[in-house]
Structure formats: structure tokens, C-alpha cells
């Protein structure tokens, strides 16, 4: 089955699942619940389509390659967004219903609220330009597939990093909410960027590997290649229907280098910012420098998907990481050093102040366990790191705790559907469903050339399959509508205007 048969197939068994299940009622009924009140609980994916001789698509198109789906958008803010919903129109309808049956089951809130919050909090301060981004992408998904979201349902969505486990919890804490449920913000990924004396040919190399439920993660293998009419070309990582990277990893044609891991156990919010998915994808599309960078973030910081982000420059060789909390941020920068990330935050006043909850001291902890597994391979590797290293450093399967190789919650791999421990900073149950989900890198010489190396699925190669998994963990068996196997590409080679190879 090709990937977009198989999609098709998926699809129809999602929307089989959730009928089936609306009738059983009980643990399933949050499935049709989350269907229901998005809207989608009727066949979403009509045999409509626009003729494609549209203008609005000229110059888009899309292949897969690798387990990954390519995409080339071009033109005006309206035009790209209509590109993307046309080009992944029956993905978008896929991952919403994987992503809302998520939002509203982990935090108790029904779809409706999470519409009010786009439309009443996050909306009215986006600017212009992703304003008709986001509107061209409901009109082209809409008429890819004659689905009924509209651009409230579609902020929603593309702020599903920050409003289910930044706002929420902000939110149950000043409504004093007694039933509030356990929610923590994100611990999203394994990265570093190294340059000087660290790497081989002493210019840059950048890697990441992007840690999220399975859920999710089976879906977050698009690459986004953009020529906005105004800004840098970009060559991303992403989401169907997210107009961010948002795990992330990205480079732009002005020699800008991005990816981040996320603050674990972060607190706070700020109703009156700007979403953060507006703000990362701002910053790879208009700065030019790491100052630039930092800049954009830090205008309107809403406190949404904490990271501490990791950049490099290759126009001057320099690196830095810009931790950026809500109450404080700091930056750090060099141009012979490796600066890596696991989820932790690094600066003393941040710790206080934005992640009070985080011991940075226990190292049985997978932030820890990961950051120490970081500085004996990167020191191990002084003067060596290329692409290749890092290919294999994304892959690694030694747990610093128990002092052995086993791929599990503290790997820089992660398999925590592996482990009984789960990871409760994260409110990651036993064998919750989660970890590494696929990886990038690349380095000074492939970004000059706007190219990367990407790996669907877990990046060591291992395939998670999802029928077993589901028999073994009944507690998770309410994702079985949305659940699929994730299985491991090769490393696959992506640059910008890159067509399929025939
Ligand atoms: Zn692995």
C-alpha cells in the first residue's frame, strides 16, 4: 500500500472506530465526545476537489519519500496556506481528529472551549499575514476534502503544544478548578548543535530527535519546504495543518539553524501574548541572526511551549542556546563549543522562577539521565561530530541510571511505552505511549545547499506496532481510533525545490 492508500484506509477506520464506539458508550464515548463536538463525527474526507488547475496552486506540489511527505508552497501568505490544506488535506482531517480526541481527553474540556480560547485569546493578536495564512488553509483543505473546519477550529489545533498544557493548567489554577487534572508541560525531545573545534570540519552541525506520543508522532513526518513572498525560504519538520514546525527543526536561506527541547515541569502563561506557533514560525521566516531570533521570540512571549532553543548561524560559525522562560530568559553563545538539550533548564533564575517543580539534581529523571548521556558522547566525540555521528547519537540506547544499554524513558532514544516507570514530570503514565518519534540533522556545508537527513519513526529504527501494544496496555485503549504503527524510515536526504526522483 502506498502511504497515501494506506492514509485513505485509516481514515475510514477512524471514522468505523468512532461510530463503533459511540455506541459502546463507556471508554470509548470519549473518541465520538472529541469527534462530536469538533464537528467531524460525519464522514469529513466528501469526494470533493477543486480542479487543480486552480491558480492558487501553481508551483505547489507534493511526494513522499522515506516515510516522509514532501511539500513545496509558494507565493503570498493566502496562497501558501491554500497550498498546505489542499496538498494534505485528508492528513489535516486525520491528525485533527488524532489531536482533538487528545486535547480534550487529557484535560477534561470539551472542543468548544478550546475554539473560544482561539478565537477570543490567540486570534485577535495574530498578525495579518498568518491571519490569511490560516484562512487559506481552511480554504484549501475545504476544498480538498470538503471539510467543515474553520480557522477558529484550525488556531485551535495549531496551538495544540501550547493550549492544552500551558493555559489549562494556568487556567484551573486561577479558577481554583478542584477537578483540575494532572497536567505538565511537555518534555519534547534529544538535541544539540556543536561548532569549532567539536565537529569535524569545525563549521556547524545541528541534530534533533522529536519525543511526543506515538499518537502524534506517526503523523509528524512532513517537510515543509516555503518561499514566502516576503521573508527567507525555509526547509522545516512538521504537522499536517501546522504552519510551524513546532517540534522543531528548521533552517531559512539566510543561514539561520533552529531546533529546541522544552522546559520540563514549566509554569505559566500569558493570555495577553502571542501564540508561540506564531511567533517560532515569525522568527525562521524573518531572522537572519541569532540577535533577530531572540527578538522575535521575546515579542509578545505568551510563556506557550517553553523551550530552550538551540541556533546556529552559519554565516559566522556561532552558536547559542536561548532559554526562554515567561518570568526570565537568558541567552548563551559561542563559536567553539556544543551546547545540548533534554528538557531542563539550565539557568538558576528560570529554575526558580519558571520551573519551580524541576530537580535538576535527580538524575534518575529522564531530563537528567538524557543530559548526562549528552556530555560523556559529545565529549567523547570532541573534533569528530559530523552528520553521520549524529545519526547515530539520535539512535543511542545507554540509560546513565542503571548503567546499561536499554532503550527506555531516560534514553536519548526514547521508548517509554517500554517502561514501567513512565516519566511523571511529564505526567507520563506507566508504558505511556511516547517517546522519539523521528530525527533530523544537519550541518553548516547542507544548510548553505538548504538541505537536511531525516528519519521517520524511532530513530535507532525500531518499529513500535500498535495492535500489541493496545492488547498488552488496555488503559490506553482509547487512542486505538487514532493509534497506528509507527514505523522507522531511512535516513532520507531533503533540500529545498527538491522534486521526486523518478
Ligand atoms: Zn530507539
Redesign the pocket.
Known amino acids: 500500500m502506498t502511504r497515501s492508500t494506506r492514509r485513505a484506509a485509516a481514515i475510514l477506520l477512524v471514522i468505523g472506530g468512532a461510530a463503533a464506539f459511540w455506541w459502546a458508550g463507556g471508554a470509548g464515548a470519549d473518541a465520538a465526545a472529541a469527534a462530536r463536538s469538533a464537528g467531524v463525527n460525519a464522514p469529513a474526507v466528501a469526494p470533493r476537489q477543486a480542479p487543480p488547475d486552480d491558480p492558487r496552486l501553481k508551483g505547489a506540489y507534493r511526494f513522499e519519500r522515506g516515510g516522509w511527505i514532501y511539500v513545496h508552497l509558494e507565493g503570498a501568505p493566502a496562497t501558501l496556506g491554500y497550498q498546505h490544506g489542499y496538498l494534505l488535506g485528508p492528513e489535516i482531517e486525520d491528525a485533527f481528529r488524532a489531536v482533538s480526541a487528545n486535547m480534550t481527553h487529557s484535560t477534561g474540556r470539551d472542543w468548544a472551549f478550546f475554539r473560544t480560547a482561539a478565537r477570543d485569546m490567540l486570534w485577535p493578536k495574530i498578525e495579518p499575514e498568518y491571519r490569511q495564512e490560516l484562512q487559506g488553509l481552511v480554504d484549501g483543505l475545504r476544498a480538498r476534502t470538503g471539510s467543515r473546519l474553520d480557522v477558529y477550529d484550525l488556531v485551535a489545533y495549531n496551538a495544540f503544544e501550547e493550549l492544552p498544557d500551558y493555559y489549562v493548567p494556568w487556567l484551573d489554577k486561577q479558577q481554583k478548578n478542584a477537578k483540575a487534572p494532572d497536567l505538565k508541560s511537555p518534555g519534547n525531545c534529544s538535541a544539540f548543535v556543536a561548532t569549532g573545534s567539536w565537529t569535524k570540519d569545525g563549521g556547524i552541525v545541528i541534530a534533533h530527535n522529536t519525543w511526543t506520543n506515538y499518537m502524534n508522532g506517526e503523523r509528524w513526518v512532513i517537510v515543509f519546504d516555503i518561499v514566502p513572498a516576503r521573508g527567507y525560504r525555509m526547509l522545516m519538520d512538521g504537522f499536517p495543518g501546522v504552519i510551524a514546525s513546532d517540534d522543531d527543526f528548521g533552517i531559512n536561506g539566510d543561514g539561520l539553524m533552529v531546533t529546541e527541547t522544552t522546559i520540563t515541569q514549566f509554569e505559566g502563561w500569558d493570555p495577553n501574548g502571542i501564540a508561540e506557533f506564531v511567533r517560532a514560525r515569525k522568527a525562521l521566516q524573518y531572522a537572519g541572526s541569532i540577535d533577530e531570533y531572540v527578538r522575535i521570540m521575546l515579542d509578545g512571549n505568551n510563556g506557550g511551549y517553553a523551550n530552550d532553543w538551540l541556533l546556529g548561524d552559519r554565516k559566522t560559525g556561532e552558536i547559542a542556546q536561548f532559554e526562554l522562560g515567561l518570568k526570565a530568559h537568558r541567552v548563551w553563545r559561542t563559536k567553539d563549543g556544543v551546547l545540548a538539550g533534554s528538557n531542563w533548564a539550565r539557568d538558576p533564575e528560570i529554575l526558580k522562577l519558571d520551573a519551580p517543580g524541576f530537580d535538576p539534581h535527580n538524575m534518575e529523571t529522564s531530563p537528567n539521565a538524557r543530559r548526562l548521556r549528552w556530555e560523556q558522547l559529545l565529549a567523547r566525540n570532541k573534533g569528530r561530530i559530523d552528520v553521520a555521528l549524529a545519526q547515530q547519537m539520535l ?1 543511542d ?1 545507554y540509560d546513565t541510571y542503571q548503567k546499561r544499554e536499554e ?1 527506555d524513558e531516560r ?1 536519548l ?1 526514547g ?1 517509554v511505552d517500554t517502561s514501567a516507570r513512565g516519566i511523571p514530570q511529564w505526567a507520563w503514565g506507566a508504558h505511556y505511549p511516547g517517546g ?1 518519534v523521528q530525527a533530523k540533522v544537519t550541518d553548516s556545508t547542507m544548510a548553505e545547499a538548504m538541505s537536511l537527513v531525516a528519519r521517520a519513526g ?3 529504527g ?1 518499529d513500535f506496532l500498535a495492535k500489541p501494544f493496545l492488547a498488552a496496555h488496555p488503559e490506553y485503549a482509547w487512542q486505538a481510533p487514532y493509534l497506528h504503527d509507527m514505523k522507522a524510515g531511512p535516513w532520507t536526504a531533503f533540500r529545498s525545490g527538491d522534486a521526486q526522483r523518478k
Open positions: 539512535g540506547h532503550p534514553t532514544c521508548h522519539a524511532h530513530p535507532c525500531e
